[in-house]
């Protein structure tokens, strides 16, 4: 809430995280594949949920703008930090940063904002990855259109996942980005939730049927699968994809 708040803060030190999980899975893997490290959080999530608050870093960007800009900056390093030690590690194959930063209508904050504070601390972790020869995906909530170009052409995002049809279907993302960067996923997940089986056999079909004609795609569900996906869904939309020629 204020400065003092600030340097009192018990800040994470990246160099003292623990990276023995990720040896072990490396050990483990089989030839040839490689892991996709998710980061748990993103900078903005961390940031205006976690640390300010969304209602709090509103007041502040009015009234102490430099503190807001310092918390961003000192997250931002941290998770740098962090990313950093990880890029060293040969079964590494890319970063997949989560990090919602819009709502149904909007990006939570300006684009303006976004692109002063937050994009560029993705632009350096996927500079990073692409300097290591490593991949960088995006998972992002919300109405992003304002700042996609950004994303694909200043960030350099190779590829980007979390799709809602009441926002933008994948499909009409594909046809608009695909050609530009790799598309993720983009089943809905309410019609993974409440379709019948023949339903939602001929929603994937047609995703499959429209996202896999140019560029890169994976097929998977547009947001994480919560506890109450039904089982057999999920496994519907698996054997639809292994079914597609």
């Known amino acids: 809430a204020n400065w003092e708040d600030f340097e009192n803060y018990p800040w994470p030190n990246p160099e003292n995280i623990d990276l023995s999980p990720y040896l072990l899975a490396q050990k483990e893997m089989p030839e040839g594949m490689k892991l996709l490290v998710a980061g748990s959080s993103g900078l903005f999530e961390v940031v205006s949920e976690n640390l300010l608050g969304i209602e709090n870093m509103s007041y502040l960007l009015f009234d102490e703008p430099d503190l807001v800009e310092a918390v961003f900056e000192r997250v931002g390093n941290i998770m740098y930090r962090f990313y950093r030690r990880l890029s060293e590690l040969e079964g590494i194959g890319g970063f997949f940063q989560g990090d919602d930063m819009g709502f149904k209508t909007s990006t939570i904050l300006s684009p303006a904002l976004l692109k002063k504070y937050v994009l560029p601390w993705h632009k350096k972790v996927c500079d990073l990855a692409h300097l290591k020869g490593k991949t960088y995906f995006l998972h992002s909530c919300g109405q992003l259109k304002p700042i996609m170009d950004d994303l694909i052409h200043w960030v350099g995002i190779d590829a980007f996942h979390s799709f809602q049809e009441e926002i933008m279907s994948v499909v009409d993302f ?72």
């Open 174 to 245: 594909k046809q608009e980005y695909g050609w530009k960067i790799g598309v993720l996923g983009g089943v809905d997940l309410d019609r993974l939730v409440r379709s019948n089986e023949t339903e939602l056999r001929n929603y994937v079909r047609s995703i499959l049927e429209n996202c896999q004609n140019i560029g890169g795609y994976a097929l998977g569900s547009g947001n994480s699968i919560a506890n109450y996906v039904p089982v057999n869904n999920y496994l519907i939309m698996l054997d639809e994809g292994l079914a597609f020629v």
